[in-house]
T-cell receptor, first 113, second 110 residues
Framework: DGGITQSPKYLFRKEGQNVTLSCEQN?????MYWYRQDPGQGLRLIYY???????QKGDIAEGYSVSREKKESFPLTVTSAQKNPTAFYLC????????????FGPGTRLTVL | GQQLNQSPQSMFIQEGEDVSMNCTSS?????WLWYKQDPGEGPVLLIA?????ELTSNGRLTAQFGITRKDSFLNISASIPSDVGIYFC??????????FGTGTSLTVIP
């Protein structure tokens, strides 16, 4: 079954704790992206990676970190430095030749208490 | 980063009616995309536009890439209940960095 998996669907953490969100894909796509979505706003790009072992900051990278050790995986860590971490986080993928066509995962809703 | 302005912010329509929404930007883009998002799910790509003036259809959906390259339009004909959701536009020049609109929430009344 091909697609993008984000787990868990809902995540709760205490303030001050780091938390890592998972994104796995078996589409063999080269590029992967992390977006943040807040109520009433559009998606904002956190980080993206076009190839393994390389990634670039998006518009709101502060307080977040990523790694891309494998093509299939692009985990996002929300650190304690992120001031407003509660949000809906979306992972997306795209092929190298068609990065304008991004496919989204189901998302993880993170709530920091 | 910039955000695109979408209007209307929300729409309540009767089943069978046509829907029009638009998206504007202060910057020009080379690519415009339209997505639909159901509550608690990731957005699904509906239509991609690559050329100013381009008109592209996907079933009952038709989208246009504005001539000025600063806007795009989405029309849905003969709406049905499953059209309910939030519609987002997105623009890009690089193919990696996309800027998303604030969304148009569509409610279809049976």
């Amino acid at each position: 079954d091909g697609g993008i998996t984000q787990s868990p669907k809902y995540l709760f953490r205490k303030e001050g704790q780091n938390v890592t969100l998972s994104c796995e894909q078996n589409l063999n796509h080269d590029a992967m992206y992390w977006y943040r979505q807040d109520p009433g706003q559009g998606l904002r790009l956190i980080y993206y990676s076009q190839i393994v072992n390389d990634f670039q900051k998006g518009d709101i990278a502060e307080g977040y970190s990523v790694s891309r050790e494998k093509k299939e995986s692009f985990p996002l860590t929300v650190t304690s430095a992120q001031k407003n971490p509660t949000a809906f986080y979306l992972c997306a993928t795209a092929t190298a030749l068609s990065t304008d066509t991004q496919y989204f995962g189901p998302g993880t809703r993170l709530t920091v208490l | 980063g910039q955000q695109l302005n979408q209007s209307p912010q929300s729409m309540f329509i009767q089943e069978g009616e046509d829907v029009s929404m638009n998206c504007t930007s202060s910057s020009i883009f080379n690519t415009w995309l339209w997505y639909k998002q159901d509550p608690g799910e990731g957005p699904v790509l509906l239509i991609a536009l690559y050329k100013a003036g381009e008109l592209t259809s996907n079933g009952r959906l038709t989208a246009q890439f504005g001539i000025t390259r600063k806007d795009s339009f989405l029309n849905i004909s003969a709406s049905i209940p499953s059209d309910v959701g939030i519609y987002f536009c997105a623009g890009s020049n690089t193919g990696n960095q996309f800027y998303f609109g604030t969304g148009t929430s569509l409610t279809v009344i049976p």
